[in-house]
DNA sequence: ATTTATAATGCAATCGGTTGCATAAATCAA
DNA sequence: TTGATTTATGCAACCGATTGCATTATAAAT
């Protein structure tokens, strides 16, 4: 098999009598080729199970029609975005696979500087998808610098332009929130990732457009921000049950914490969700089999994947830069 | 940037006085060439941050220094599979990282049975890594049918000679065992995937070793089976219920299983640890949120990836077959 | 019948490396 | 001093595609 006899288009330009070019562009559906030719071409082809290489059309055409999916070097323990980044490569895979695009997974260390020159330059991707969420500012810069083209998973700093994909945060924060007004609470919290990032801020202000729109105060003693771990959600619900006992609702900015955080809110000896209900972010797996099985907002991730796979290959064909959010829904279950 | 001047091993070989042959063979440490002028070579790629070009170099050495790590497309939901298979890319990553191989994901529609002659003819990529566990001896079969380097995840099977890494399942069902034994229980049940499945006699056979070293009877009563999904383990979990009331622990197949099998326990009327002890299997992320957590058998999963990509690459210079297990641990939580 | 436009194909250069073989310079033995 | 080695380097072919330009055959126009 591997020692099939014909391996390449000079092969196959042998067996049909006719040039290398002609095959290439047989093969390429030029406009120049004849109808005959090219379907006799393709019939060889396809009879030897020819497949075109790639190395070499690669290094002729002088683009890889390889993207990079960057994330941060793996830690012992699981975090949000590796979760979820798992789920999100799934849309990216397939929507690049119906391109014809492949897909590198590459983890780049927090520190390492020129990781981007290294793929870039090289000429083995032709951009680059950056999930990880550590250091992405920097990152982003490092790419913008050399010129490469990328998009991202998240909000857009408000001068830069470069394309990206994120979720509806202020709905998924509005949502959230109305799904408790709408139970009755009156003393509902805010648990957020941290105060600096984009999609926090824009969560936190739909969760205020929902409390203004149904006539409720907002008040800051309501308002506590984690780091998306799950013991930063525990200590941050510890400090709201301390400061606002009579609290009876939370909206927190992920499941992780939302997890940890209904654990502290037991042992606090309040119940979930009769005392206090609580409504988690993303929709992680582990939602579904937390106890009690969390209500949360949904991220539509597939399409988020294919989003950013489509949306980076427009770019990189025509140099248009888009900004696009996702669609959010609220799945309830017994947490809320 | 992307202007740069000095692109190519001619333009330095320009700049040093030197041809091409003498920088290419510098800058890959030939003994050919003197010391002097490779450092004066390596000081101007250096000084002018040159980056070799991918795709001329694989096309000249007919290799592509990439690996592929096939899994299977996914669904909506996780399966133990996907949970697992990205923390071992992570391993996987880094030891293909450590030895200059790049990785490509490549999401396969188990029906597809070309896939392989896809990646493999093309020169996209020197060998694979199999995950998936849907129709893996199909493909096994597929890629022995090429000619195509792969190493996979799991036993062997008798007759065929590949490249394998699977887990100490023996070790692993047994110390499972040992521990529910070592805790005073008496009637210990066994959950376990499909029945098919070598991994999963290897657990059964842990358990039965462990049991007899105990002077205690095998009771084909305790022993159920289900499908590795969380519904097939709560089923099983009823089973065994209905079959042997008088059950007081059990040893499930995988964490998923177990977590569910634990509400089907509670359902019941029954408590977890004090009625019925449960010890799970993966140490995936969810076992430690559990309800209760859950005491597990954990694989070392980032050594399992290293070795994967390291006995793969192994396998590609010298050809040499290697089938390994790793060690495996237990983790006492909770649940037992 | 001759010129001109059109369609189909081939030639040969190019992409950016690697490598076998020839060659030149330096070292050594006789 | 001269031929045999050893060491360092260059030449040119090759890896397998793509593509600008030249060429030929065919159809249309005059």
Redesign the interface.
């Given at each position: 098999?591997?020692s099939k006899s014909v391996?390449t288009i000079a092969d196959i330009a042998r067996l049909a009598g006719v040039s290398k070019s002609t095959v290439s562009r047989a093969l390429n559906d030029s406009p120049l080729i004849g109808e005959e030719t090219k379907a006799k071409i393709r019939a060889l082809a396809r009879e030897h199970?020819f497949?075109?290489?790639?190395?070499?059309r690669?290094?002729s055409m002088r683009k890889?029609r390889?993207i990079a999916?960057v994330t941060h070097?793996?830690h012992k323990?699981?975090s949000v975005a590796?979760?979820f980044?798992?789920?999100i490569?799934?849309g990216i895979?397939?929507g690049l696979?119906s391109r014809e695009y492949?897909?590198?997974?590459?983890?780049v260390d927090p520190n390492d500087t020129k990781w981007a020159?290294?793929y870039f330059?090289?000429?083995?991707v032709d951009g680059f998808i950056l999930m990880t969420s550590t250091r992405k500012q920097t990152h982003v810069k490092a790419l913008l610098?050399?010129?490469a083209p990328f998009i991202i998973w998240g909000v857009p700093q408000p001068k830069q332009k470069y394309c990206t994909v994120c979720g509806d945060n202020l709905t998924g924060g509005r949502l959230a929130t109305e799904h408790l007004i709408g139970l009755g609470r009156q003393r509902i919290g805010f648990i957020g990732g941290p105060s600096y990032e984009v999609e926090v801020q824009h969560r936190l202000a739909g969760y205020e457009d929902a409390l203004h729109d149904a006539g409720q105060e907002i008040d800051q003693i309501l308002i506590e921000y984690g780091d998306f771990s799950?013991t930063s959600g525990a200590d941050a619900m510890k400090r709201l049950l301390k400061k606002a006992p009579e609290i009876d609702a939370v909206f927190i900015n992920s499941d992780l914490m939302a997890?940890a955080a209904m654990d502290a809110i037991r042992e606090a000896g309040r119940r979930v969700p009769e005392d206090i209900a609580v409504v988690g972010y993303d929709d992680l797996?582990?939602a579904e089999?937390?106890?009690p099985p969390l209500t949360t907002i949904r991220q539509n991730i597939?399409l988020a994947g294919k989003l950013l796979a489509q949306n980076l290959i427009e770019y990189l064909q025509t140099g248009m830069v888009t900004n696009v959010s996702i669609p959010v829904e609220l799945v309830i279950r017994k947490s809320a």
């Open positions: 098999m591997s391996r199970n497949q075109i290489n790639a190395p070499a690669r290094l890889s390889t999916f070097a793996y323990e699981f590796d979760l980044g798992l789920e490569m799934g895979s397939s696979a492949d897909m590198l997974v590459i983890h020159h290294q330059d090289t000429g083995r610098e050399i010129g799950n997890i797996s582990i089999h937390s106890n597939p």
